[in-house]
Each structure stands twice: as C-alpha cells, then as structure tokens.
C-alpha cells in the first residue's frame, strides 16, 4: 500500500486542548484533500497518569465525532515534543482508491484492515488494558493478550507482524534488581515462544515514555503471492537478539537460564511487484554492542544516521531480493526520540542537514540504555 506520512505541529501556542484542536483541524483538512488517515500517532506532554487518561478520552472522542466509522488507528502516548509545544501528530495516510479499507474495534482498541491485490495489512494503534501503570509485567501481558486476540480475529498470528513499536513507562527503572524493560523483553521472549512460529522476528522499536503501563502499535501482513521478507543486518551492529548479557540490565527472571534479549530486527525488507519497503527498527549509536558518543549528543546522531544509512545500502539489499522491483531511493518518515529537551536543537540540525526536506517527528523519551541519548527510526523507499 503506497503511504504519506504527514507531521502537524499546532501553529500558535496554547493550552493542549488548544494545541490538539489545531492540529486536528491540519488532518481534516490533509484527509479533504484525498488523503485517508490510517494512523495517527498523538504525541503529548502531561503530568501525570490520571489526567493523561483523562484528555486520552476527549482526543478519542473528537476524533470518533469527526471521523465516525471511518476512524484510524490511534495511539495517545505522553512524549513531550520540543518545547513551547505540547501537542505533536504524526499521520499515516494513503491515497490508495483501489484499496478496501475498513476500521474496526477489539476490545476498545481501533484498527485498520487494508486489503488489496491479495495482501491484507492491519495497522494498529494503542494497544493496552491502560491498567497497570505501575506494574509492568502485568501491563505487558495484557498488551500483548490484545495483540494476539485482535490477530486471531483476522485469522492472523504473531507470525504475521512486520512492524511493532512498544512504548514502555519508566522503562529504565530498576526495582530489586529488575529493571522495566528488561521486563518487557521477558514478556516478549515468552508470547513470542508461544505464538510465533516462523524464524526471525518483527523490525521494531522499544523506548521509555512519561507514565508506567505498556502501549503497542503494530503492522502486521497477510502476504499476497508475490511479496517476500526479509531481515536486514547492520554488519557493524551485533543483531539485539544476540547480545550478550552483560548488556542486559539486572536479574533474570527466576525460573529462566538466561535474561533474554530484544527480539526485533536492525530492518525488514519487504516487496513485491508494485512497492519496496524498508522498516528500519529504532537505531541508536550501537557499534557491535557498545555504546558510542557517551555524554556527546552530536557524535551520537552522527553515529545513528550512519547506522541508518548501512541498513539502506542498495549493494546489499539487493543480494537479499535481487533489484527486478521498483526501488525509489528516497526515506519516507523519520521519527526521533530524544532524551534530553536541551538536545533537540543539535539533533534537528544534524538530521536536517543529511536529510532536509524528510517528514520527521521529534519527541522526547528515554532511550533502553541509560547512556544513550537519542534514537531514530525511520522508513525508507531503497534506491538503486
């Protein structure tokens, strides 16, 4: 499915309810001029759980008041955009007609479901029981339930995710010597183990965000006859899935051999006779599986882009699916975390600098290492 990805920023400064409003009214406006939204991430700064869940409300039932059945995937998430703003949307969008696209609710949980030429794509946003803000395993669990049940009604699996990003509270936490994320990888490895039963894994992200609990988006494919797959390798990088356990933070899980790592691809390469598509996992400055740049956000978004630039190397994506298809060369999307609100101004430039003109988003968050300071996730078009 062709895609636009579509970044609003409010125009004139306000409280949030006012800043959300304006961008609402940018989306209308890109969805009148022949734009379908599918996503929509809504980026926001608030203080505290209680009244995120609040204004999480009002934002859903303005959009279900403008959009009714036709409504997108949504997720409300608190990653605060660069200051003075406290409101940044991200859109997914297409302009496909021939495609049948329908909205749909599981458990509370909008999605999408895009069928054509043989392929079915479900895009989903939001995806919690927004219960368990202060334990993790029981919020990753419910997360992941919801995934696999809102699967199965697609006749569908975990097998069929291409695409995941996991939004995990406090994520570098540590209690009794178990840190957050390394939690949620816990939780991961186990329904993975259950329900994945093809080789490799989804391209994905996993960062902090301001309030406890677990939130996922997810993309997952019914391939058509002529798509293939395919995991890309940064051969400077050590896959996530092999890293040592020095790496990993805290205790194992009592019971468990080992801690277990994230189970996600550097990239996913998918194509067929009409489109190419690279997801690029979330990428930070990783060399093998140490830290580089510690305390230097500069030298650290050079490294992450140089990364990114190996993932989207034509040479060897094209010894993964031989180039008869139609590469356009050219990223579709950056979204950035930072860590720091004083770093945003340095990140901006440099990824404006290598990349000018790039739809991007610019967000605040931990990152799943202590001494990283920022990460990038991306989407790209390879060219040749």
Request: glycine letters at 6%; a neutral charge.
């Amino acid at each position: 499915m062709p895609k636009r990805y579509l970044v609003y920023l409010p125009s004139v400064e306000g409280k949030l309810e006012d800043e959300w409003k304006q961008c609402l009214h940018q989306i209308v406006k890109s969805r009148s001029s022949g734009y379908i939204p599918i996503k929509l991430n809504v980026f926001i700064d608030i203080p505290d759980f209680e009244s995120f869940l609040e204004k999480r409300k009002s934002i859903l039932q303005l959009l279900l008041n403008e959009f009714g059945s036709e409504s997108p995937a949504v997720n409300i998430s608190v990653h605060p955009p660069e200051k003075p703003w406290k409101v940044v949307v991200e859109g997914t969008f297409t302009n496909d007609k021939s495609a049948i696209i329908t909205s749909k609710s599981y458990q509370s949980v909008n999605y999408v479901v895009i069928e054509s030429e043989g392929k079915k794509e479900i895009w989903a946003a939001g995806v919690s029981s927004y219960k368990f803000p202060d334990d993790t395993r029981k919020a990753a669990e419910r997360a992941f339930d919801i995934m696999a049940g809102l699967l199965a009604n697609e006749n569908m699996s975990l097998d069929n995710l291409v695409r995941q990003w996991n939004y995990i509270g406090n994520i570098l936490t540590v209690r009794n010597g178990v840190q957050n994320y390394q939690i949620f990888n816990e939780v991961r490895n186990s329904y993975y183990s259950k329900y994945r039963k093809i080789a490799g894994y989804p391209a994905a992200t996993g960062v902090g965000m301001k309030h406890g609990g677990v939130i996922l988006d997810f993309c997952a494919v019914q391939p058509g006859k002529s798509l293939q797959i395919k995991p890309v390798d940064n051969p400077n990088q050590v896959n996530a899935y092999n890293y040592g356990q020095q790496v990993l933070v805290g205790k194992k899980k009592e019971g468990d051999p080992v801690k277990h790592a994230p189970q996600f691809e550097r990239a996913l390469l998918m194509a067929d006779r009409n489109e190419v598509v690279l997801h690029i996992s979330g990428t930070a400055s990783i060399i093998g599986q140490k830290t580089m740049g510690k305390g230097d956000i500069a030298e650290q978004t050079i490294v992450t882009l140089e990364n990114i630039k190996k993932l989207t190397d034509t040479e060897r994506l094209n010894q993964l699916i031989p180039g008869a298809f139609p590469y356009h060369g050219r990223y579709s999307l950056f979204r950035v975390y930072i860590k720091r609100q004083e770093d945003f101004g340095i990140v901006r430039k440099i990824c404006s600098e290598h990349f000018p003109s790039l739809p991007a988003t610019y967000i605040e968050a931990d990152i799943c290492r202590d001494d990283l300071l920022m990460e990038i996730e991306a989407e790209a078009e390879p060219g040749q």
